[in-house]
T-cell receptor
Framework: DGGITQSPKYLFRKEGQNVTLSCEQNLNHDAMYWYRQDPGQGLRLIYYSQIVNDFQKGDIAEGYSVSREKKESFPLTVTSAQKNPTAFYLC?????????????FGQGTRLTVV | SQQGEEDPQALSIQEGENATMNCSYK?????LQWYRQNSGRGLVHLIL?????REKHSGRLRVTLDTSKKSSSLLITASRAADTASYFC?????????????FGGGTRVLVKP
């Protein structure tokens, strides 16, 4: 069935390590998004992509990187430059027309620095 | 920076009562959307209202939009314990500003049985 899948559900990172969060969708959506959510807070936009091979920085892109080589996939790498990466990460996709409609969310990845 | 800001931040009501929350935003929009999040889960889309619409209904949900005041409200009528969740507004800017979907800080709603 169609949807958006994030993996893993829980991820532990050691200090100084890069980690990559996976996001895959089979909804044929053009637009994909990555958000960070801290406890009791709203969603802050990290990166978004409106089309394959193109992406834009959101409000808190520092310390993160993304790629969009395939329409279905939008992985997020949390680099060692991100000093406070412990958070809940949510991926979303939307369509048609480069994302003006409702967004569909994955179930999130909870990242903890150990 | 957050485009939308919800008010109140938290709301506690009895089952059967109505719940109203507001969202204010800063820039010109193509549409505004409301989402629901249960604790520790992803968000679920509730309703979308376009900039040329003033009111929209979906089941027990009623959304209004006032573009002159850059504000929207979400009303949940006859609330149920299962409505306990966080509710977020999100805006899509107009065409010239791109398709950045930006969320507010949310309203946490507790419906007591």
């Amino acid at each position: 069935d169609g949807g958006i899948t994030q993996s893993p559900k829980y991820l532990f990172r050691k200090e100084g390590q890069n980690v990559t969060l996976s996001c895959e969708q089979n909804l044929n959506h053009d637009a994909m998004y990555w958000y960070r959510q801290d406890p009791g807070q709203g969603l802050r936009l990290i990166y978004y992509s409106q089309i394959v091979n193109d992406f834009q920085k959101g409000d808190i892109a520092e310390g993160y990187s993304v790629s969009r080589e395939k329409k279905e996939s939008f992985p997020l790498t949390v680099t060692s430059a991100q000093k406070n990466p412990t958070a809940f990460y949510l991926c979303a996709s939307s369509g048609p027309g480069q994302g003006r409609g409702e967004a569909f969310f994955g179930q999130g990845t909870r990242l903890t620095v150990v | 920076s957050q485009q939308g800001e919800e008010d109140p931040q938290a709301l506690s009501i009895q089952e059967g009562e109505n719940a109203t929350m507001n969202c204010s935003y800063k820039t010109s929009i193509n549409n505004l959307q409301w989402y629901r999040q249960n604790s520790g889960r992803g968000l679920v889309h509730l309703i979308l209202i376009r900039s040329n619409e003033r009111e929209k209904h979906s089941g027990r949900l009623r959304v209004t939009l006032d573009t002159s005041k850059k504000s929207s409200s979400l009303l949940i009528t006859a609330s149920r314990a299962a409505d306990t969740a966080s509710y977020f507004c999100a805006t899509v800017p107009n065409k010239a500003a791109g398709n950045k979907l930006t969320f507010g800080g949310g309203t946490r709603v507790l419906v007591k049985p």
